[in-house]
């Protein structure tokens, strides 16, 4: 395993979560990082991402409300969700990229965690 990533469970709207994302076996240090979610039925979309020296950015309807950070000692990427609501229920997937840098197309990147399920309840 690459990438492991964790954090996810059942929040009632509102609440918060905190993803992380453990790289194993190599150093993700000096690759950017993105983290995706998919729902049910619906195609995998562009959440946040990091890059080499920190840089962030994220998709547009979430800034303000999640948060990306990484900490290069412990190979490991974190996504804080705050303000949480049902629409964000989705499996989330962190995944590091070719470059230095993120990007919001899923196929720039070539090592992908297996994912974590986050369920917003109303």
């Known amino acids: 395993v690459q990438l492991q990533a964790s954090g996810g469970g059942l929040v009632t709207a509102g609440g918060s979560l905190r993803l992380s994302c453990a790289g194993s076996?190599?150093?993700?240090?000096?690759?950017?990082m993105g983290w995706f979610r998919q729902a049910p039925g619906k195609e995998r979309e562009f959440v946040a991402g990091i890059t080499w020296s920190s840089a962030t950015d994220f998709a547009e309807s979430l800034k303000g409300r999640f948060t990306i950070s990484r900490d290069k000692a412990k190979n490991t990427v974190y996504l804080k969700m705050n303000s949480l609501k049902p629409e964000d229920t989705a499996v989330y997937y962190c995944?590091?990229?070719?470059?230095?840098?993120?990007?919001?197309?899923?196929?720039?990147?070539?090592?992908w965690g297996q994912g974590t399920q986050v369920t917003v309840s109303s």
């Open positions: 995944a590091a990229s070719r470059t230095a840098y993120f990007t919001r197309d899923p196929t720039g990147y070539n090592y």
């Open positions: 076996r190599r150093t993700f240090s000096n690759n950017g």
